[in-house]
């Protein structure tokens, strides 16, 4: 049976405002200003979801979310909240948290492998130029064609330099490699290592089942994603991240149908991060996930300053809409703003694009799907008050939280398996070894023919085995002087032998 999810409180009618669980899944769009109110609005949101046992995942962007994880104090702003909405069974209650950060400072690490963000969310990621990008596809085909696995930064690197040095040979397999595109690639490798994303690659990867728990009382439970650092450091990073989650959940989870509740909530803040100089055939790929996504029981919910981030093909899709207020301006925000308004259904006693700019912190105008999956004329409402706390908890609370996580241990250790780096290293050491082996067999000719011409002069020369005891002398030494030679110069120049 469907249960109503509780978005806010005190429409025209002063009544609570639900949406039916069961077209939460046709995903939603906060929007406002800076400083109206989105934040805690996700908030309502997120525990709303929770209390009817559906499973959240969200972005912390500003830090201000980890007080979902604890009651809410006592406060003058809710008490006046609560008195103008008229809520009457307003109790302050935590939600289940858990927590996740990339770099795995203040939550779980998350980690997915090259293979797994595939090439074209990794040519994204890497702001690669037409060209750059068919090479990159390129190496992800040899990659497969000769079996070697894609896990982390180092794997890619190897494998690009493997393709530079044998791109004659590979050619007639995978097209022209020049060395100029390859060399750009690892160039932009380096910066993306240097923005802190080489962290974000490798094992053990990223378990979908772990963001899609239910704690012991029947609440889902809130995977919170740490990115207060990474969204200033590495804004792509951090867009890229939440895109590859979003397919990956489209490509595990099977089809569901017509659910009474969605599977797990995904909300998606700065999503103006998502489209902003995006290619288009990745703009068209976030597009068929999100249109496809919702048959698999999960709902994508966009949180922006304004609706026109967005693309239109995209808009189209979300049937939650929650407004804040917008300011006007220039005549710019004011065409906005009537943009803004044209998107709701009219309610004739609401003038939309007015309120849009007149509604204060906390409030917002709103428009959600009825039973029948039909937008409802828009009201203007007042955001009710989360039961958890506002803002963020404090350092040793967030710890002790933390370390009764029951993910603890599963993913805190990085593990490097054989993969692509490993296995060009040995075929490298196979191919010196041989030629190793071949110049001494030549050598070694040398010697004999050498030797037979000496006895057959009648000669008193070295015999074989001296002779090749000296060249193996002479070789050793040569060796020798050349380590010795190199171990001076990486010591002037500060590397390593």
Same mark, same amino acid.
């Given at each position: 049976?469907?249960?109503?999810?509780?978005?806010?409180?005190?429409?025209?009618?002063?009544?609570?405002?639900?949406?039916?669980?069961?077209?939460?899944?046709?995903?939603?769009?906060?929007?406002?200003?800076?400083?109206?109110?989105?934040?805690?609005t996700l908030q309502v949101l997120?525990?709303?979801?929770?209390?009817?046992?559906?499973?959240?995942?969200?972005?912390?962007?500003?830090?201000?979310?980890?007080?979902?994880?604890?009651?809410?104090?006592?406060?003058?702003?809710?008490?006046?909240?609560?008195?103008?909405?008229?809520?009457?069974?307003?109790?302050?209650?935590?939600?289940?948290?858990?927590?996740?950060?990339?770099?795995?400072?203040?939550?779980?690490?998350?980690?997915?492998?090259?293979?797994?963000?595939?090439?074209? %969310? *990794?040519?994204? @990621?890497? &702001? #690669?130029? =037409?060209?750059?990008?068919? +090479?990159?596809? $390129?190496?992800?085909?040899?990659?497969?064609?000769?079996?070697?696995?894609?896990?982390?930064?180092?794997?890619?690197?190897?494998?690009?330099?493997?393709?530079?040095?044998?791109?004659?040979?590979?050619?007639?397999?995978?097209?022209?490699?020049?060395?100029?595109?390859?060399?750009?690639?690892?160039?932009?490798?380096?910066?993306?290592?240097?923005?802190?994303?080489?962290?974000?690659?490798?094992?053990?990867?990223?378990?979908?089942?772990?963001?899609?728990?239910?704690?012991?009382?029947?609440?889902?439970?809130?995977?919170?994603?740490?990115?207060?650092?990474?969204?200033?450091?590495?804004?792509?990073?951090?867009?890229?991240? %939440? *895109?590859?989650? @979003?397919? &990956? #959940?489209? =490509?595990?989870?099977?089809? +569901?149908?017509? $659910?009474?509740?969605?599977?797990?909530?995904?909300?998606?803040?700065?999503?103006?991060?998502?489209?902003?100089?995006?290619?288009?055939?990745?703009?068209?790929?976030?597009?068929?996930?999100?249109?496809?996504?919702?048959?698999?029981?999960?709902?994508?919910?966009?949180?922006?300053?304004?609706?026109?981030?967005?693309?239109?093909?995209?808009?189209?899709?979300?049937?939650?809409?929650?407004?804040?207020?917008?300011?006007?301006?220039?005549?710019?925000?004011?065409?906005?703003?009537?943009?803004?308004?044209?998107?709701?259904?009219?309610?004739?006693?609401?003038?939309?694009?007015?309120?849009?700019?007149?509604?204060?912190?906390?409030?917002?105008?709103?428009?959600?799907?009825?039973?029948?999956?039909?937008?409802?004329?828009?009201?203007?409402?007042?955001?009710?008050?989360?039961?958890?706390?506002?803002?963020?908890?404090?350092?040793?609370?967030?710890?002790?939280?933390?370390?009764?996580?029951?993910?603890?241990?599963?993913?805190?250790?990085?593990?490097?398996?054989?993969?692509?780096?490993?296995?060009?290293?040995?075929?490298?050491?196979?191919?010196?070894?041989?030629?190793?082996?071949?110049?001494?067999?030549?050598?070694?000719?040398?010697?004999?023919?050498?030797?037979?011409?000496?006895?057959?002069?009648?000669?008193?020369?070295?015999?074989?085995a001296e002779a090749l005891f000296?060249?193996?002398?002479?070789?050793?030494?040569?060796?020798?002087?050349?380590?010795?030679?190199?171990?001076?110069?990486?010591?002037?120049?500060?590397?390593?032998?």
């Open positions: 049976m469907s249960e109503p999810v509780l978005i806010t409180l005190g429409g025209a009618d002063g009544a609570p405002l639900f949406m039916d669980a069961r077209m939460a899944n046709r995903h939603g769009l906060v929007a406002g200003a800076t400083g109206t109110g989105k934040t805690v997120a525990e709303s979801f929770s209390r009817i046992g559906v499973p959240v995942f969200m972005a912390d962007v500003k830090g201000d979310l980890t007080g979902l994880c604890a009651a809410a104090s006592p406060h003058p702003k809710i008490d006046e909240r609560i008195a103008a909405t008229g809520l009457a069974d307003y109790r302050p209650a935590p939600t289940p948290v858990l927590f996740w950060d990339l770099q795995g400072k203040s939550g779980h690490p998350i980690r997915t492998t090259i293979s797994e963000m595939g090439p074209l %969310l *990794l040519s994204s @990621l890497l &702001e #690669l130029n =037409e060209t750059q990008t068919g +090479v990159l596809y $390129a190496a992800y085909k040899a990659a497969d064609d000769h079996g070697m696995l894609l896990l982390d930064l180092k794997d890619l690197r190897a494998l690009l330099t493997w393709l530079s040095e044998n791109a004659k040979e590979l050619q007639g397999a995978y097209g022209n490699i020049s060395s100029a595109s390859v060399g750009a690639i690892q160039r932009s490798l380096l910066i993306l290592e240097q923005q802190g994303a080489e962290s974000f690659f490798g094992e053990p990867a990223l378990s979908i089942a772990d963001l899609m728990q239910v704690d012991f009382s029947g609440n889902g439970v809130i995977s919170l994603l740490d990115v207060t650092e990474l969204i200033h450091r590495s804004p792509r990073v951090y867009a890229t991240f %939440l *895109l590859w989650l @979003l397919s &990956e #959940l489209f =490509e595990e989870l099977p089809e +569901v149908g017509d $659910a009474d509740r969605p599977k797990l909530v995904f909300f998606f803040d700065e999503a103006h991060l998502l489209f902003n100089g995006a290619p288009a055939a990745l703009v068209d790929k976030i597009e068929q996930v999100v249109r496809l996504i919702r048959s698999k029981g999960v709902g994508v919910y966009f949180v922006t300053q304004s609706p026109l981030d967005i693309p239109e093909a995209v808009l189209g899709q979300l049937g939650l809409r929650i407004q804040h207020a917008l300011r006007a301006f220039t005549p710019k925000d004011r065409k906005t703003i009537a943009a803004v308004a044209a998107g709701f259904r009219p309610n004739p006693p609401l003038d939309t694009e007015q309120a849009i700019t007149e509604v204060g912190v906390g409030e917002a105008i709103v428009s959600t799907l009825d039973a029948k999956g039909a937008p409802t004329p828009v009201e203007r409402i007042l955001i009710r008050p989360p039961a958890s706390k506002i803002g963020p908890v404090d350092d040793g609370e967030r710890k002790e939280r933390f370390a009764r996580s029951p993910l603890k241990g599963k993913y805190d250790t990085s593990v490097d398996r054989e993969s692509a780096h490993e296995l060009l290293q040995k075929k490298a050491a196979l191919r010196s070894q041989e030629e190793s082996n071949a110049t001494e067999a030549r050598e070694a000719e040398k010697i004999r023919v050498r030797e037979e011409r000496e006895s057959s002069r009648g000669r008193g020369r070295e015999t074989a000296k060249s193996a002398a002479r070789n050793i030494g040569g060796q020798l002087g050349r380590q010795i030679v190199r171990g001076i110069l990486g010591s002037l120049l500060g590397g390593r032998r």
